[in-house]
């Protein structure tokens, strides 16, 4: 059975209260049981990781990587926009990648333009709200 990883960075432990207008009003919890859910029908295996640090997000994605792991759908929140380290992991890793943001960071601050994460990855989704991770899943699983 196929293995996805599902990594989430700084601040999106906080869904469901974090700015609902931009953010959407479920919880990582509600996500990640809705995801088990579709992942049971997909007949896919997924773990999820939440983490404010760095060093730990680049861990996981080793770990996922060394325990066979078939892809990786990453919102890594505002290290995407900031992180080399984790360009690298992911590149090293050789994990496919799918880069998900709720929001459509095109439409946000300039600062939220740049990734550093897109370019290693297979695709990009933003703007689909939470739908994103089911896409991504969807997408990996194929
Ligand atoms: C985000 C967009 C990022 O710019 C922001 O820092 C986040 C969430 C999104 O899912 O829309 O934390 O990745």
Redesign the pocket.
């Known amino acids: 059975m196929k293995k996805i990883g599902i990594l989430n960075?700084?601040?999106?432990d906080r869904l469901g209260t974090r700015e609902p207008h931009?953010?959407g009003s479920t919880t990582l919890p509600e996500l990640i049981t809705r995801l088990g859910i579709e992942a049971k029908l997909l007949e896919v295996e997924i773990e999820a990781t939440q983490s404010q640090h760095e060093g730990v997000l680049i861990e996981q994605i080793y770990h996922w990587a060394d325990a066979g792991f078939n892809g990786l759908i990453a919102?890594?929140?505002?290290y995407?926009?900031t992180s080399v380290a984790l360009r690298d992991a992911i590149v090293a890793s050789g994990l496919r990648t799918v880069e998900?943001?709720?929001?459509n960071?095109y439409k946000?601050e300039p600062f939220?333009h740049h990734s550093y994460i897109s370019s290693v990855s297979e695709a990009m989704i933003?703007g689909l709200g939470i739908e994103g991770y089911f896409a991504a899943l969807r997408y990996l699983t194929q």
């Not at 960075?9 to 999106?12: E, Q, T, V």
């Open positions: 960075g700084p601040n999106l931009i953010y919102n890594l929140g505002a995407t926009h998900v943001h709720i929001s960071v946000r939220r933003t």
